[in-house]
């Protein structure tokens, strides 16, 4: 065995000594670096990858000439049971930690836990970074680093992580490009379809009766439960390309049906349709983008499918001021089936998730095909590495550990045996719940009919509406950054609360009835800071990552039903309680203010301390056992007792070796070894032959 080291960290930074031996030659380490985030050099064979310092010093003898032998900064692996070796660099492990702690869904607003697992594991490597370099140069000079030398190194190490971990925000390929404009177009036409029932009422098919309008708003979140459900199995059994397919063509059908329509009923069919396709695509993009894109990146994709959702809201507000008409209200209805035609043209272009195509052959060519595609990688050890990350994860967010695509029934029952996650699955339900029966969408589906005799043109009062809700998706997006789940939450449901009381007092007549427009600015703002978004957010913070899948389409399925029966009761409560018809979304509201105060935790992510403590332990796990080349799964034999005691002894063979090394009296294989000095002070042999001897006789 080589005299390699094995700390993960010590091909971060390189000492003083090769500072000044790279700096002369900079040329090359620029050609290097362009190789991309420290990668092997053209040329390098071997089967296993160098950490990227150590490239630079072997692309370079006249470097390694330069460098005196106890200098060189060594290779980082960690040893397997049967005393292989396995290489990671502190960039791989970090990535190898952001795969496995967040979930494969892209949720709007979850950036902020991205980048404190990032941050939390660039200082902790820079932590031991340093403590490795102060005793390398101590054994070295004799010399203690000061204070600021050992923070002046902490910082440049940690940002050097820090930049290469945070990469992938900045790098996006064309094939997830693509991907992103297909989901981004699923997400515009189910906020098109909310709201576009909205404004046509008065002119599409007169003489229609409440229960037959209500109805055919209402059916669009029917058919949305039924999609949730059907896309749970279809998912994981057809796969997430052909999966989006099947959501193009039902939009498609749905909106030829829609624009088509010889009377109400075929609008109601229609609705049923799209729907069906909106609760299919509220399942599919989460999951579909969140196992395209690389952990940092998934928050940011998910926050723009959520802004796609809500600008179609407002579009199909625009689109209402010249087509909201006797003549032209089908063109509005006709917008879906363009979308879709769009997505048809692009469909050639989408590609597989990896992850599916991996969890059902680890060992699948055409993943590793896609992986060199979506991350833009150049060399084989690199999309080996890159599946292995994508195994690894799936294996740790799985809820079954012989089942890396557990089943949504197994995890939901897992979910309830748990005591502790069962109490998390009640507030995120309850969450889910109060998102909709605060009567949201009665604003998005009736407020055309909410400011008639209100407003002099309730249309306008709704497309200001609309717009408004974009600009506090924005809003909510930065406050979450820095304010708690909880505050926010609060603040969303009290001023949701005022904002109901106060409409109810203006539409009474105490007030201006133009004031009404201003209440219900302030109630649609008031929501999309914290119960539009958190309930959603909150799933991905509460739970483990192997529970949010699960977690998120039981909530899409609620969120649904829920949506249904608002859409289909708000109508009679106008007619039967008029300017009181707020009055039970008020109700709502306080209820949910009592609950978030009482019951409800903070999730708003974990202490930086916290997270360094968690990333600790998981490395600690980790490299007690082999990084899995051959994708068998290992992972259940993390802190194996046998692997930690052999990796404690190779550990100690290596200090052994390098003690060796500095005494000059290392063998290298060239020397004849003399069995005479081999003996202990017992003397072996002797007594192995005395032994003999005593039995034979």
């Known amino acids: 065995m080589n005299g390699a080291s094995l700390s993960p960290t010590k091909s971060i930074m390189l000492s003083e000594d090769v500072d000044r ?10 050609r290097l670096l362009s190789n991309g985030n420290g990668r092997i050099p053209t040329g390098y064979t071997t089967s296993q990858p160098m950490p990227f310092f150590e490239q630079v010093y072997r692309s370079q003898p006249q470097m390694s000439n330069m460098i005196p032998t106890g200098q060189m900064i060594t290779k980082s692996y960690s040893v397997n049971a049967d005393g292989s070796l396995s290489y990671l660099t502190p960039l791989q ?28 594991f660039a200082n902790y490597a820079a932590d031991m970074d340093t403590l490795e370099a102060a005793q390398q140069i101590y054994n070295r000079t004799k010399r203690h680093l000061t204070a600021a030398e050992l923070s002046s190194r902490k910082h440049h190490s940690e940002l050097f992580l820090l930049e290469e971990l945070e990469v992938d925000t900045v790098v996006i390929t064309t094939p997830l490009m693509f991907a992103l404009f297909m989901a981004g177009i699923s997400q515009f036409l189910v906020g098109y379809n909310t709201s576009v029932m909205n404004s046509p009422s008065s002119v599409v098919f007169k003489g229609h009766t409440t229960f037959q309008w209500s109805l055919a708003v209402a059916v669009f979140a029917i058919g949305g439960p039924f999609g949730a459900i059907a896309a749970g199995k279809v998912v994981d059994s057809r796969g997430r390309r052909s999966s989006m397919g099947i959501v193009i063509y039902l939009f498609l059908l749905g909106s030829l049906v829609q624009t088509f329509a010889m009377d109400l009923f075929c609008i109601t069919v229609a609705r049923f349709i799209i729907g069906f396709a909106s609760g299919f695509s509220s399942v599919l993009v989460p999951i579909y983008l969140g196992e395209l894109a690389p952990p940092t990146l998934r928050g940011t994709l998910g926050t723009l499918t959520q802004f796609c959702l809500v600008i179609g809201i407002f579009v199909s507000d625009l689109l209402a001021f010249p087509f909201a008409n006797e003549q032209s209200w ?24 990896p992850r599916w195509l991996l969890s059902h052959d680890p060992k699948s060519i055409n993943a590793r095909h896609i992986i060199k595609k979506l991350r833009g990688l150049r060399y084989e050890h690199e999309v080996e590495m890159e599946a292995a990350h994508f195994i690894s994860a799936s294996h740790v967010q799985a809820c079954d550990n012989n089942d890396d695509h557990t089943s949504s029934g197994i995890a939901f029952v897992s979910m309830l045996m748990d005591k502790q996650v069962r109490r998390l699955l009640i507030c995120s339900l309850v969450l889910q719940m109060a998102q909709q029966f605060c009567g949201i969408n009665a604003v998005f589906y009736y407020s055309t009919m909410l400011f008639d005799g ?34 926010l939450l609060l603040w969303s449901a009290g001023g949701m609360l005022v904002s109901s009381i106060a409409l109810v007092i203006c539409l009474l007549g105490y007030f201006s009835k133009f004031s009404s427009l201003f209440w219900v600015i302030a109630y649609v703002s008031f929501f999309e800071i914290g119960l539009g978004p958190i309930p959603w957010l909150i799933v991905a913070e509460m739970f483990e990552a192997r529970y949010v899948a699960t977690a998120m389409s039981v909530s899409c399925q609620l969120n649904w039903a829920c949506n249904f029966i608002v859409g289909l009761v708000f109508p009679y409560l106008q007619e039967s309680l008029g300017a009181f018809s707020f009055v039970p979304f008020a109700a709502v509201l306080f209820m949910t203010l009592i609950f978030v105060l009482i019951f409800l935790p903070e999730t708003k992510g974990t202490t930086p301390e916290e997270l360094r403590d968690e990333i600790a332990r998981n490395l600690s796990a980790f490299l007690a056992t082999s990084h899995d080349t051959t994708y068998e799964d290992h992972s259940s034999s993390a802190g194996n007792p046998i692997d930690v005691e052999w990796r404690r002894a190779m550990d100690d063979l290596r200090r052994q070796e390098e003690l060796d090394m500095l005494r000059g009296a290392y063998n290298y294989g060239f020397q004849h070894i003399d069995l005479n000095h081999l003996a202990v002070e017992s003397d072996w042999r002797t007594y192995v032959a005395g032994e003999l001897d005593r039995i034979d006789k």
């Not at 492990?93 to 939390?120: C, D, S, W």
């Not at 089908?330 to 998730?353: D, N, W």
């Open 454 to 487: 209100v407003l002099d043109s309730p249309l306008l009062g709704t497309t200001l509406v609309a717009g408004v809700n974009v600009l506090a998706t924005y809003a909510a997006l930065r406050l979450m950054e820095n304010t708690n789940r909880r505050t």
């Open 330 to 353: 089908r063109i509005l209805f006709s917008v879906t089936g363009l979308g879709a035609l769009v997505q048809i043209i692009c469909y050639p272009f989408l590609i597989e998730s």
């Open 21 to 30: 031996c790279a700096a002369q030659n900079d040329d090359e380490r620029q």
């Open 93 to 120: 492990l970090g990535r190898h930690e952001l795969y496995e702690m967040v979930p494969f869904a892209a949720v709007f607003g979850m950036q902020q836990k991205e980048r404190n697992i990032t941050k939390a």
